[in-house]
């Protein structure tokens, strides 16, 4: 797997069509799928959240679902390795995200929904260069793949710019920019269309459409993921169902309906 990691850094450097055919190359010579959760339980001090938890797949286009508190923000966190379960294994393209950090930031990035819990920089420079700087990149390529991304979203003239400055839509873009210029494998997005107005989520729509690497897209809106490959139905912290998506969003979207004509709410918090 060594070697292996280099060739995916030079893969990276390449145009849209030979990162492709990487791609398919990197799949077939994977043992584990890309996404690849076995049995993941974890407790938070001492309650039950994520329950015998099994993903396996290679599908681009990945939805969980789940309505409020099923435990779609924490499963995001797992498979971002920013949590660690109490049992089970995590790898994502083939690396062991909670154990091997510096790993984990070429194979998986994670958009959280609220932009504020993400940045930690004054600057979108600054912003842009931390995780390419913590990736262990030369200080030339850094200033180089910030200036790139940048250029690509039309917002070169934002590098200088303070980022409590700009809006919570534009300030989730930088975010997602961030997360692009280091080029993880996987994106893990927690609600990422939550507050934008309808021209900036459908910009978003059409970034993330491009996106070259796999997407695990999360939302409580089955519409938003008809057409992705798979889809995974989070409910009480366990799987309830998962298969190609169009036939988990219907029959998700039909549980949902059904809970929500109910008089009784008590039900309704997850
Ligand atoms: N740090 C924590 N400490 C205690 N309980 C937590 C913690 N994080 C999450 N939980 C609990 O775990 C459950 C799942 O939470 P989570 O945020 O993963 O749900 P979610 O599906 O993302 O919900 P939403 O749709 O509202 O964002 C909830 O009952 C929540 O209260
Ligand atoms: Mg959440």
Avoid at 2 to 22: D, E, I, K, N
Avoid at 40 to 46: H, K, N, S, V, Y
Avoid at 86 to 104: E, H, L, P, T, W
Avoid at 149 to 167: N, P, T
Wanted: net charge neutral.
């Amino acid at each position: 797997m060594a070697t292996f990691g280099s060739f995916r850094v030079r893969a990276r450097l390449l145009g849209r069509g030979q990162v492709s055919l990487y791609r398919v190359f990197a799949i077939a010579s994977r043992s584990a799928p890309l996404l690849h959760l076995d049995a993941i339980d974890l407790a938070i001090e001492e309650r039950s959240i994520l329950r015998e938890i099994s993903i396996a797949t290679d599908a681009r286009r990945v939805a969980v679902l789940g309505r409020n508190g099923s435990g779609k923000t924490t499963l995001a966190r797992v498979v971002a390795g920013l949590q660690r379960p109490n049992s089970g294994i995590v790898q994502i393209a083939g690396v062991d995200v909670a154990r091997d950090r510096r790993g984990a930031l070429g194979a998986v990035g994670i958009l959280f929904q609220n932009p504020d819990h993400q940045i930690i920089f004054p600057t979108v420079e600054e912003e842009l260069a931390f995780g390419l700087a913590q990736m262990g990149l030369p200080k030339t390529e850094v200033v180089e793949r910030v200036r790139t991304v940048l250029a690509r979203f039309g917002k070169s003239e934002w590098q200088y710019a303070a980022i409590h400055q700009l809006s919570q839509g534009q300030r989730q873009l930088v975010c997602l920019m961030a997360i692009l210029a280091m080029a993880p494998e996987v994106i893990v997005l927690d609600e990422p269309f939550a507050g934008l107005d309808i021209p900036t989520a459908m910009h978003l729509a059409r970034v993330l459409d491009a996106v070259e690497g796999t997407l695990v897209h999360i939302t409580h809106d089955p519409r938003m993921i008809l057409d992705y490959e798979h889809a995974v139905w989070i409910e009480g912290g366990a799987v309830q169902m998962q298969g190609p998506a169009a036939r988990v969003a219907q029959a998700f979207e039909a549980a949902m309906r059904e809970l929500g004509a109910r008089d009784d709410l008590t039900d309704l918090s997850g």
